[in-house]
């Protein structure tokens, strides 16, 4: 599918969302779930869970090209090009199997079907996107976003993970992928823009939590209960929506 036709259908979704969710926050405002309705909430109230939120869309991309990387290696129906089926029986088996989808997981969006010596630099960010994948998806809970200590240590986990992600796309990962044998040809497609784009996302979040920077936004953002719960649930959407097209469209569309 054509990029721009996954970000109209991803826009489609969060319209959707939105009646819903104003029609919910409404009915629990009018039932006096949310208190007095005058009263405003600071960014700190609700921000936790935009946090947790990009938190899991990040890690839901990042997890998916893991397991793209995962199904080529052990040769799903059509997955790997014709004539490479030689390489990938030497590559999916012991510890040569294990060292290209490795150096896959590190280069990204390239996968490899074979291993050489050109791409053994991608080996170790492949060990340390892997060890990283399941620690960044802890931070998906809110709750670790609300105190100093753990939004930081959040942030850390977050910043590695993009450092591990953007590495290839520094490196030059095209002129690598080109003389190693490649089963799937590199490329940045939604989903790892979309990884991005969180992990962005989540940094300017953090700087409001903890930093309280910038201040003239975190004042406009203290806001009624009522709009802070439909905005929180209209991103939260819009991640949910967006990762989840990301993972169906996988890392290929341009």
């Given at each position: 599918?054509?990029g721009h036709?996954?970000l109209?259908?991803?826009?489609?979704?969060?319209?959707?969302?939105f009646?819903?969710?104003v029609v919910?926050v409404?009915?629990?405002?009018?039932?006096?779930?949310?208190?007095?309705?005058?009263?405003?909430?600071?960014?700190?109230a609700?921000?936790?869970?935009l946090?947790?939120?990009?938190?899991?869309?990040?890690?839901?991309?990042?997890?998916?090209?893991i397991?793209?990387h995962?199904?080529?290696?052990?040769?799903a129906?059509?997955?790997?090009?014709?004539?490479?089926?030689?390489?990938?029986a030497?590559s999916t088996t012991g510890?040569?199997?294990a060292?290209?989808?490795?150096c896959?997981?590190?280069?990204g969006s390239?996968?490899?079907a074979?291993v050489?010596?050109?791409?053994?630099?991608f080996?170790?960010l492949?060990?340390a996107?892997l060890?990283?994948?399941p620690?960044?998806?802890?931070?998906s809970?809110?709750?670790?976003?609300?105190r100093?200590?753990?939004?930081?240590?959040?942030?850390?986990?977050?910043?590695?993970v993009?450092?591990?992600?953007?590495a290839?796309l520094?490196a030059?990962?095209?002129?690598?992928?080109?003389?190693s044998?490649?089963?799937?040809p590199?490329?940045?497609?939604y989903?790892d823009?979309?990884?991005?784009?969180?992990?962005?996302?989540l940094?300017?979040?953090?700087a409001?939590?903890?930093l309280?920077?910038?201040?003239?936004?975190?004042?406009r953002?203290e806001?009624?209960?009522a709009?802070a719960?439909?905005g929180?649930?209209?991103g939260?959407?819009?991640?949910?929506?967006?990762?989840?097209v990301?993972?169906?469209?996988g890392?290929?569309?341009h």
């Open positions: 599918m054509h036709g996954v109209m259908l991803a826009a489609v979704g969060v319209i959707a969302a009646v819903p969710i919910g409404t009915l629990l405002q009018r039932r006096g779930r949310l208190g007095d309705p005058e009263r405003r909430l600071p960014f700190a609700y921000g936790p869970f946090a947790g939120a990009l938190t899991a869309g990040a890690a839901a991309v990042h997890l998916g090209l397991g793209e995962a199904l080529l290696a052990i040769g129906p059509g997955a790997i090009a014709a004539g490479s089926s030689t390489a990938l030497a510890l040569v199997g060292a290209a989808f490795l896959s997981v590190g280069a390239a996968h490899f074979s050489d010596t050109s791409i053994g630099g080996l170790p492949g060990v996107s060890g990283l994948a620690v960044h998806a802890v931070w809970l809110p709750r670790l976003w609300r100093a200590a753990g939004a930081v240590a959040g942030m850390a986990v977050a910043v590695a993009l450092a591990v992600g953007l290839p520094l030059g990962v095209s002129g690598s992928a080109a003389g044998g490649a089963s799937t590199p490329s940045l497609g989903a823009v979309l990884g991005i784009v969180l992990e962005a996302s940094v300017l979040v953090f409001l939590l903890v309280g920077r910038p201040r003239t936004l975190l004042a953002l806001v009624r209960v709009d719960w439909i929180t649930g209209l939260v959407a819009a991640i949910a929506i967006f990762s989840l990301a993972l169906l469209a890392h290929a569309v």
